[in-house]
C-alpha cells in the first residue's frame, strides 16, 4: 500500500522495501550485478515512499555526468508515477558551474537543465533545475590573475572550496533556514573508490533514518543516496536501458564519454573529503591537480572538431608548470609578510607582470575561440566581465597599482572600451605618472628590487587619504607599507628573517623550527599554510 497518505505506514514500508532492495542487490551481486526491471521498479517505489513520507524538500546534485545524470533519471521516474495530487514537495536540481568548466560540458550541461525545466514544467513535476556559481568576487580568475594565488595543487587546494562547496553549501543552507531540514540525493558509489566506500559505510553507522545518511559538515542535511551499491556498468546498463525522461540522449552521454580515456565524473562536491575531480572528464579546464589533463588530450586525439579547444589545454599547462612557478611569484607572502621552511622563504601571490600576461593571453584565446571555433561557442566567455570589474578593483585598490592596466589590456586584445560604469576614476596618478615613478627608481636604486613598490604604494595610501575622514588611519597604512618593502631583495629578506628566528631561539622564544632546521625542501606548500 505504499501509495497510502498513513505516514506511519509509509515508514515501515520504507524499511521493508529497503530490506527487499537489499536482497535484491544480492541477488544481483551471484548474477553479475545485472541491472533488472525487478530491482528498479522496487528503488523506484522506495524513493516515492522516502519522498512522501515528509515534507522535507530534496535537493538532487546534478553535474551532467553518468552517475549524477542516472540519480536525477531515478528520481524523475519516481515522481513522474506518482499521481499529481502528491507531487507537492519541491525538488531541487542543483549543478554547480565553476565558470571554468570544460565548455563542450559546460554547454552539455546548460541544455540538459533548459530541457529538464521545459519537460517538468509540461508534465506538472516539482522538479527545478538550480545553476549556482561562485561569487563573481572569489572564482578562479580573480584568485589567480586578481590575487595572484599560486596555481592549485595538492597541498594548496583553494578552488575546491571557493568554486564547487561554497555555492552549493549557501544555496543549501538558505534552504534550510526556510525549512529547517532538507535531504540531498546524489549519484555517489562506494564502488567509485576505496576512499569513497570507507566514509559512506561509517555515515552509514550514524543514520538516524533508514537510508539517510547525516552530513558531518552541515546540520540538518540528510544524504539519500539511491545507487549506492551500484558498479559503472550497473550506472550504464540503467542509462542504456531506460530512455532519459527529459529527452536529452544518454546515448550520447556515453559518446563523450567515450572520447577520452578515464571513466569517472566530477562528483557534486559538498565537502573537502570528496575525491578531487582532477582526474575526472568532467571536471575545469584550469585543473592543475594532475600534472597533465589526459581527458582533455583525448579529447582533443579523439575528436578533430574539439582541436579548438588546444589552446586552452597549451594555457593551462603553462600557467600550471610548477617547473619555474617560484620564480614567478613574490617572495613574501600574500600580506606581505615573511614565512618559510628549511632556510627558504615561502614565494607568495604571482608578480604583476606574470598575472597582466596571463590576463592577455586568456582574452587573446577567447577572441581566437569567438572568431575561428565553432558556431555554438561564438559568445564564450572564458572570463565574465564583472570578474574582470573584480580583478580591476583588486589590482587597482588592494595592490595600490594605480596604472590601472586591465582596461588597457582588454582594449588593446579586444579592440573594444572596457565598460565599467561604476569605476570611480582617479585622475591624479595614472599610467603617465606610473611609468615616470617607475623609471626614477630603477634610476636611483637599481639594486633596491622593492623600491619601486614602496614609492607606488605609499603614494596611493596618501592619494587615497587625501579627504579629511580617511586620513584616520594613514600613519598606521605608511607604517604597513614600510614593513613589507624595506627589504632589498630576498637574500635581504632571509637574511633578515634568518636573525629574528635564532634571536627567538636563543632567547627561548617560540620560532619556526622549520626554517632553522635544514633539511632538503620537497615543498614551499603546507597542509596549513597561510595563503
Given amino acids: 500500500h505504499h501509495t497510502s497518505k498513513c505516514k506511519p505506514c509509509q515508514v515501515i514500508c520504507v524499511k521493508f522495501l529497503y530490506i527487499k532492495n537489499l536482497l535484491a542487490k544480492t541477488r544481483r551481486l551471484e548474477d553479475f550485478m545485472a541491472i533488472t526491471k525487478e530491482l528498479i521498479d522496487g528503488l523506484i517505489i522506495t524513493i516515492q515512499n522516502l519522498y512522501l513520507v515528509d515534507d522535507i524538500p530534496w535537493m538532487v546534485g546534478y553535474s551532467g555526468g553518468k552517475d549524477s545524470t542516472a540519480a536525477v533519471q531515478l528520481v524523475w521516474m519516481a515522481l513522474e508515477k506518482l499521481p499529481k495530487k502528491d507531487r507537492k514537495k519541491p525538488v531541487h536540481i542543483m549543478n554547480t558551474d565553476t565558470l571554468v568548466e570544460s565548455p563542450v560540458v559546460s554547454k552539455w550541461v546548460e541544455k540538459s537543465l533548459k530541457s529538464m525545466r521545459i519537460e517538468a514544467d ?264 564583472e570578474e574582470l570589474k573584480a580583478i580591476r578593483r583588486i589590482w587597482v585598490n588592494d595592490k595600490h597599482e594605480f596604472d590601472d592596466a586591465l582596461p588597457k589590456i582588454y582594449e588593446r586584445v579586444l579592440g573594444k572600451a572596457f565598460i565599467d560604469p561604476t569605476w570611480i576614476h582617479n585622475e591624479n596618478f595614472e599610467s603617465e605618472e606610473w611609468e615616470i615613478l617607475k623609471k626614477v627608481c630603477s634610476e636611483m636604486y637599481p639594486d633596491e628590487e622593492l623600491a619601486f613598490e614602496m614609492m607606488y604604494t605609499l603614494i596611493d595610501v596618501e592619494n587615497k587619504a587625501s579627504d579629511a575622514n580617511q586620513r584616520k588611519n594613514i600613519l598606521d597604512d605608511i607604517n604597513i607599507t614600510f614593513s613589507k618593502t624595506f627589504y632589498k631583495d630576498e637574500a635581504d629578506a632571509t637574511e633578515y628573517y634568518t636573525n629574528i628566528m635564532v634571536r627567538k631561539k636563543e632567547n627561548g622564544g617560540k620560532y619556526n623550527e622549520k626554517f632553522l632546521d635544514y633539511q632538503p625542501n620537497e615543498t614551499e606548500f603546507e597542509d596549513d599554510e597561510d595563503e
Fill in 122 to 385: 509540461k508534465i506538472d513535476l516539482p522538479i527545478i533545475p538550480e545553476r549556482l556559481m561562485p561569487d563573481y568576487n572569489n572564482t578562479f580568475w580573480v584568485n589567480l590573475i586578481g590575487r595572484g594565488y599560486p596555481f592549485p595543487r595538492m597541498k594548496y587546494r583553494w578552488c575546491t572550496d571557493r568554486l564547487k562547496i561554497q555555492p552549493v553549501n549557501n544555496f543549501i543552507k538558505n534552504k534550510i533556514a526556510e525549512h529547517g531540514e532538507i535531504i540531498l540525493v546524489l549519484g555517489t558509489r562506494k564502488q567509485e573508490s576505496s576512499r569513497r566506500n570507507r566514509t559512506m559505510t561509517n555515515l552509514e553507522k550514524k543514520r538516524v533514518r533508514e537510508l539517510l545518511s547525516p552530513n558531518p559538515t552541515l546540520a540538518n542535511e540528510l544524504v539519500f543516496s539511491p545507487m549506492e551499491d551500484w558498479s559503472d556498468d550497473d550506472v550504464w546498463a540503467f542509462l542504456m536501458q531506460y530512455r532519459n525522461p527529459w529527452n536529452y540522449s544518454n546515448k550520447d552521454l556515453l559518446t563523450m564519454y567515450r572520447g577520452a580515456t578515464a571513466d569517472n565524473e566530477c562528483p557534486m562536491q559538498v565537502d573537502k573529503s570528496t575525491q578531487s575531480c582532477g582526474k575526472s572528464r568532467f571536471g575545469c579546464w584550469v585543473c592543475t591537480m594532475v600534472e597533465k589533463d589526459k581527458s582533455m588530450e583525448a579529447m582533443i586525439a579523439n575528436d578533430q572538431e574539439k582541436e579548438w579547444m588546444s589552446s586552452l589545454l597549451e594555457f593551462r599547462n603553462e600557467f600550471g608548470n610548477e617547473e619555474g612557478d617560484r620564480e614567478r611569484r613574490n617572495f613574501r607572502r600574500m600580506k606581505g609578510n615573511l614565512q618559510g621552511n628549511y632556510g627558504r622563504l615561502f614565494h607568495g601571490p604571482y608578480k604583476k607582470e606574470v598575472r597582466e600576461k596571463w590576463l592577455e593571453r586568456l582574452l587573446s584565446i577567447q577572441k581566437d575561440i569567438n572568431e575561428n571555433g565553432p558556431e555554438e561557442f561564438k559568445n564564450l566567455e572564458l572570463i565574465r566581465l
